[in-house]
């Protein structure tokens, strides 16, 4: 699920489009962390039961002019301690592992090949 970058209309009838596609109950979700959390503060995605959350591109949200800790205080706050988190990106400058460790105390890497 995304947000979308068309007009404000069109994004808010797929809105309202994942919310009916939600109030079924999902086993996986694939979102972009800006409507994950849109979903979550809504009220239209509980994340109470959720055992992983994966977070692409994070490089980007932590060079997003609202600070990281914007995006993933809401969902951490919604998702039960033991969830694990999931944070992937292809490069990872230096002062965003920094503040990623900040958020995630004992934040563990693992490389891909390459």
């Known amino acids: 699920m995304t947000g979308g970058q068309g007009e404000a ?10 919310c009916e596609q939600l109030a079924g109950g999902v086993d996986v979700l694939i979102a972009t962390p ?5 979903h979550v503060e809504k009220g239209s ?3 109470d039961e959720a055992m992983a959350i ?11 002019e ?12 919604a998702a039960p301690p033991s969830t694990q988190f999931v944070l992937v990106s292809a490069t990872l400058p230096q002062h965003t ?5 900040e958020l995630f105390p004992g934040l563990e890497v693992a490389f891909g090949p390459g």
């Open 34 to 38: 800006g409507r994950l959390v849109a």
């Open 66 to 77: 609202s600070s990281y800790s914007e995006h993933i205080a809401p969902l951490r706050a």
């Open 54 to 64: 994966v977070l692409d591109e994070v490089d980007v949200l932590a060079g997003a």
């Open 97 to 101: 592992f920094d503040q990623l460790q």
């Open 9 to 18: 209309d069109k994004r808010s009838r797929t809105f309202r489009t994942q």
């Open 45 to 47: 995605l509980r994340l």
